[in-house]
């Protein structure tokens, strides 16, 4: 893996450990649909989508 998928790994596991601490709601209901549509473009490596779906889900969870 590159120094940059690396990151994104992690991104992925304190955005995780994140929503898994949230209590149940809409805003956590969000922050899961962002956080799939992350691992879906993490699975296709897109580094910038997974990202951005990251950031999305961070922001649905505040």
Excluded: I, S
């Excluded at 149940?24 to 490596?45: C, I, R, V």
């Excluded at 989508?49 to 999305?56: G, I, M, S, V």
């Amino acid at each position: 893996m590159t120094p940059e998928q690396n990151k994104t790994a992690d991104k992925m596991k304190t955005v995780k450990a994140a929503w898994d601490k949230a209590t149940f709601g809409p805003k956590k209901d969000a922050a899961l649909k962002h956080y799939q549509a992350a691992e879906k473009a993490h699975t296709a490596k897109n580094d910038a989508d997974t990202n951005k779906e990251l950031d999305a889900a961070t922001h649905a969870l505040a």
